[in-house]
T-cell receptor, first 113, second 112 residues
Framework: DARVTQTPRHKVTEMGQEVTMRCQPILGHNTVFWYRQTMMQGLELLAYFRNRAPLDDSGMPKDRFSAEMPDATLATLKIQPSEPRDSAVYFC???????????FGDGTRLSIL | GQNIDQPTEMTATEGAIVQINCTYQTSGFNGLFWYQQHAGEAPTFLSYNVLDGLEEKGRFSSFLSRSKGYSYLLLKELQMKDSASYLCAVLSYMEYGNKLVFGAGTILRVKS
């Protein structure tokens, strides 16, 4: 079965450091999503790409977060500088289109000390 | 804006039937998804409703009433492995396309 692949699976770093998370969407999927999940806020949409173009990043803190799709096989989410409140699980998901089921990667468990 | 409500927790017995409700308020409604998420794992797709009525898929069924802003997920013949969080997610049409917003999830505990 095709899967969304995320790296790293776990990341522990000190506040102020840059964090880069990577995602390889399922081949043939033209929509890619980044979500953040915490106990308090649940699953929140951070960024959405269709055909590599960013369409919605309204859920993303613009001052420290950035999301890009350098090519169709790679999406990145960067945090610089990181803060303890960024500690969460970050999921990438992809879909054939934005009205189709989204397939989630295993997530990156991020801890900022 | 959007508002999605589902119970925080439910407990049911192995072999029984459980219904998890979800109510929502949104503009530009374009469908409703249910996802299952086991602890420490990623959400996985269960069902999708865009028209009123019942969609059945094995032990799981999902119902939608667009006029009432209401959906439920029905799980039959409960198994211990069904213990998980169940997320209701509403798809709404935006000017750029569709946006999926997730509810907080219902934690289902299945006891023997």
């Amino acid at each position: 079965d095709a899967r969304v692949t995320q790296t790293p699976r776990h990341k522990v770093t000190e506040m102020g450091q840059e964090v880069t998370m990577r995602c390889q969407p399922i081949l043939g999927h033209n929509t890619v999503f980044w979500y953040r999940q915490t106990m308090m806020q649940g699953l929140e949409l951070l960024a959405y790409f269709r055909n590599r173009a960013p369409l919605d990043d309204s859920g993303m803190p613009k001052d420290r977060f950035s999301a890009e799709m350098p090519d169709a096989t790679l999406a990145t989410l960067k945090i610089q500088p990181s803060e303890p409140r960024d500690s969460a699980v970050y999921f990438c998901a992809s879909g054939r289109d934005d009205n189709q089921p989204q397939h989630f990667g295993d997530g990156t468990r991020l801890s900022i000390l | 804006g959007q508002n999605i409500d589902q119970p925080t927790e439910m407990t049911a017995t192995e072999g029984a039937i459980v219904q998890i409700n979800c109510t929502y308020q949104t503009s530009g409604f374009n469908g409703l998804f249910w996802y299952q998420q086991h602890a420490g794992e990623a959400p996985t797709f269960l069902s999708y409703n865009v028209l009123d009525g019942l969609e059945e898929k094995g032990r799981f069924s999902s119902f939608l009433s667009r006029s009432k802003g209401y959906s439920y997920l029905l799980l039959k013949e409960l198994q211990m492995k069904d213990s998980a969080s169940y997320l209701c997610a509403v798809l709404s049409y935006m000017e750029y396309g569709n946006k999926l917003v997730f509810g907080a999830g219902t934690i289902l505990r299945v006891k023997s």
